[in-house]
């Protein structure tokens, strides 16, 4: 059986996926994300977007010249 990546590992490439796709606004689109888990409920996907936010303000932080959309 194929063992799935560890939960960090699919937060930490979600976070680049949409810093790559947003750039800037990319912090912005997780924390929209969480205020939407927030309001429906949903513990379970709120706890992994806000995994997902704090590695996306990592990588935002440690990569400052991004400064847009790549698509």
């Given at each position: 059986?194929?063992?799935?990546?560890?939960?960090?590992?699919?937060?930490?490439?979600?976070a680049?996926?949409?810093?790559?796709?947003?750039?800037?606004?990319?912090?912005?689109?997780?924390?929209?994300?969480?205020?939407?888990?927030?309001?429906?409920?949903?513990?379970?996907?709120?706890?992994?977007?806000?995994?997902?936010?704090?590695?996306?303000?990592?990588?935002?932080?440690?990569?400052?010249?991004h400064?847009?959309?790549?698509?």
């Open positions: 059986m194929k063992q799935r990546p560890p939960q960090s590992a699919v937060a930490m490439e979600t680049r996926i949409l810093l790559l796709t947003y750039g800037r606004d990319a912090v912005e689109m997780a924390v929209l994300r969480c205020a939407e888990l927030t309001k429906a409920g949903d513990k379970g996907g709120l706890a992994s977007w806000k995994r997902i936010l704090n590695d996306v303000r990592k990588l935002a932080a440690a990569n400052l010249k400064s847009g959309a790549v698509n």
